[in-house]
Every structure is written in structure tokens, then in C-alpha cells.
Nanobody
Framework: QVQLVESGGGLVQAGGSLRLSCAVS????????MGWFRQAPGKEREFAAT????????YYADSVKGRFTISRDNAKNTVYLQMNSLKPEDTAVYYC?????????????????WGQGTQVTVSS
């Protein structure tokens, strides 16, 4: 069973930065597409960013484009989400997920494995 563990969340002021990490338990993750999603209180989980197995293809939600950067280090079985210029509306639990096609997907339904999430809170 593939396990994903997010870390790096916390409390930050508006305009600040955080880097989230997602450590994956198996080397096979290097063949998977990876995604970051987020869920704010009272709202549905939504897509934030995705990356292909090689890292060559990335795609972002309009709400984070230009501020967030997804990357991966397959040697470390880890995926990152660098978040800059954070806004209060970025406050949410952030989840990473893995999908087997390897290409990355901008929707929840194609993902096979999920982490437990890490809280990000942005104060105004």
C-alpha cells in the first residue's frame, strides 16, 4: 500500500511563503503523476497543482497560478509545493495525491492514493 505523508504546513501572514512536502513510501511513485489539492472549511476539495512523473509537465489552478510551484525529486520520493504571496483565501488543508497514469490530472477522481493532509493558515 502506497502511503503519502504531507508536511510543512503552518501559520503564516498574508504575503508570506511556505513549502509543503509530500513523502511517498514506495519508489514506484516515480512513475506516478502527483497532485496537490486543498479543502477549506465548509467547501469541497479542489485542485491546486499537478505534475507528471518526469516533472516535465505541470498544470495549475487559476487561483494559484504564478504564486505556487509544484516540483518533485524522484530520488527522494518526494513532491513539493512552494507557495508564495499567500492570501487568506489560501487557508485550507492541503493534500497530496498520486495517480498511476503518470501524466498528472487536474481533477480529484483520477487519483489512486491520498495523504492525510497538512493545515495551512494564512492570517490577514
Amino acid at each position: 500500500q502506497v502511503q503519502l505523508v504531507e508536511s510543512g504546513g503552518g501559520l503564516v501572514q498574508a504575503g508570506g511563503s511556505l513549502r509543503l512536502s509530500c513523502a511517498v513510501s514506495e519508489r514506484t511513485v516515480r512513475n506516478y503523476g502527483m497532485g496537490w489539492f486543498r479543502q477549506a472549511p465548509g467547501k469541497e476539495r479542489e485542485f491546486a497543482a499537478t505534475i507528471s512523473w518526469s516533472g516535465d509537465i505541470t498544470y495549475y489552478a487559476d487561483s494559484v497560478k504564478g504564486r505556487f510551484t509544484i516540483s518533485r525529486d524522484n530520488a527522494k520520493n518526494t513532491v513539493y509545493l512552494q507557495m508564495n504571496s499567500l492570501k487568506p483565501e489560501d487557508t485550507a488543508v492541503y493534500y497530496c495525491a498520486a495517480e498511476k497514469t503518470g501524466w498528472g490530472k487536474p481533477d480529484l477522481w483520477g487519483y489512486n492514493y491520498w495523504g492525510q493532509g497538512t493545515q495551512v493558515t494564512v492570517s490577514s
